[in-house]
């Protein structure tokens, strides 16, 4: 028997139960399309992930406050080691010879006022640095300067969407925003990023100097006594010089810590590159255990595919006893089981494709934070859900079909 005739006569089968031949494919549709909807949304956050961290600043190395013996559950956890000290000990070409900028930063957040319009946002408090070390270009007005800094001037700088917010259309710059109940002068506005790090926008942002942050807004110590910094950004000169500026900022910074060569680091230096592959690492295992339990549909929908079979077998069982007894062999008629079971389960993968795809379109338009995570239908998502799909329905259907193959034809025209 001819593939063309298995082809035939399975169209035949299952068009006659229409009803039933879609409720079976039902489940693999679901499945499918859940595995590429949700991995294809999972992709797309590695790739936001990604795009984020390089519109960050390249050859960028982040050191950050840990606590000692705490491993990696204690970066950026405990209390601050890091200092303004510690920042302009970095800076020093005599001791990490490699950096091109060094910018200390201090983060938190607070309600922005201007006149009847008010924000809640991330208030950063920094040095001139951080604009060329976080790759942050000006839309008008001027950064935050050295005198700035040294002055310790109640001046800020807006981010894209905070600009927008507080003042529309109008020119923001020289107008007054209170953060804190003091008032700071808008000096400058930045140009919109349009991306987002653990949802929070880079254009939800207000830039103030480091010194103002400290004294006037968000006061905080080191141990030591010295002005506390949440980080260190340190921009080298290229990716080639990151391995030995990473040796120097420790150190530097072991050095003023006063670290025995027996204790561990209260700090951690951690480069981009480290930064892109553990939050990849992260959202892939996210992804993968997202597919896993959308793959459970799959094996639900094998099981569908298996029991209509065997009914099928059941229902069917005169027809196979005449089909023998006119000479047809025990692989005609399990091809043609085999050929049924495929055909419901790659109509269902291929509706489940188109499904799936759909799916992660929606999900890509729900915003979270200002950003809509993208989603990515890549290739291998598709041939591997298609795969998947045919070898469950193959697997599914192997049983009934030998079941079938295997009647006795004397007992088969009996039954019934």
């Known amino acids: 028997m001819k593939l063309i005739d298995f082809l035939v006569t399975a169209l035949k089968s299952l068009s006659t139960n229409k009803l039933r031949s879609s409720l079976t494919m039902l489940g693999m549709i679901i499945g499918v399309g859940a595995v590429i909807g949700l991995m294809s949304v999972g992709r797309g956050a590695q790739a936001m992930v990604t795009s984020t961290f390089e519109q960050m600043g390249t050859n960028a190395i ?3 406050p840990s606590s000692p013996g705490a491993g990696v559950a204690g970066i950026g956890m405990g209390a601050p080691t890091l200092s303004l000290d510690d920042a302009e000990a970095l800076a020093n070409p005599a001791y990490v010879p490699s950096a091109v900028a060094v910018a200390p ?3 938190n957040y607070a309600e922005v006022i201007a006149g009847n319009e008010s924000a809640v946002t991330s208030i950063t408090g920094t040095t001139p640095e ?36 507080l003042f529309g259309s109008d020119d923001p710059l020289g107008q007054k925003v209170k953060i804190k109940e003091r008032r700071f002068t808008v000096i400058g506005v930045l140009e919109a990023k349009g991306g987002a790090f653990m949802g929070v926008s880079q254009d ?9 942050f400290q004294t006037r807004l968000f006061t905080q110590r080191t141990a030591g006594g010295g002005d506390a910094v ?19 900022i420790e150190d530097v910074l072991r050095k003023r810590h006063r670290l025995a060569p027996d204790e561990e680091n209260d700090f951690a230096v951690i480069s981009q590159e480290q930064i892109i592959g553990m939050l990849q690492q992260v959202i892939g295992v996210f992804t993968i255990f997202l597919g896993a339990i959308a793959g459970i549909s ?22 196979i006893g005449i089909r023998k007894a006119v000479g047809a062999k025990r692989r005609d008629i399990l091809g043609q089981f085999l050929m049924e079971a495929a055909i419901l389960s790659l109509t269902g993968g291929g509706i489940g494709i188109a499904g799936g795809w759909v799916m992660s379109r929606l999900i890509s338009r729900i915003d979270i934070g200002g950003q809509a995570i993208p989603s990515v ?12 799909s045919v070898f469950i329905g193959l697997v599914s259907g192997i049983y009934p079909a030998l079941r079938a193959a295997r009647l006795n034809p004397i007992d088969a025209l009996h039954y019934g």
């Open 62 to 64: 982040y050191v950050i």
């Open 105 to 107: 930063i201090s983060t």
């Open 230 to 248: 949440q980080s260190i950004v340190v921009q080298v000169a290229s990716a080639e010089a990151i391995d030995g500026a990473i040796y120097d």
């Open 204 to 212: 939800e942002l207000v830039v103030v100097p480091i010194t103002t």
């Open 377 to 388: 239908v890549s290739p291998d998502i598709i041939i591997l859900a298609i795969s998947v």
């Open 130 to 165: 951080y604009q060329g070390a976080l790759n942050y270009s000006l839309a008008s007005g001027q950064f935050i300067s050295e005198r700035n800094v040294s002055h310790r001037d109640t001046v800020a700088v807006l981010g894209d969407k905070v600009a927008e917010d």
């Open 298 to 319: 799959l094996l639900v929908a094998g099981i569908g595919i298996m029991n209509i079979m065997l009914v099928s077998v059941t229902e069917r069982t005169r027809e």
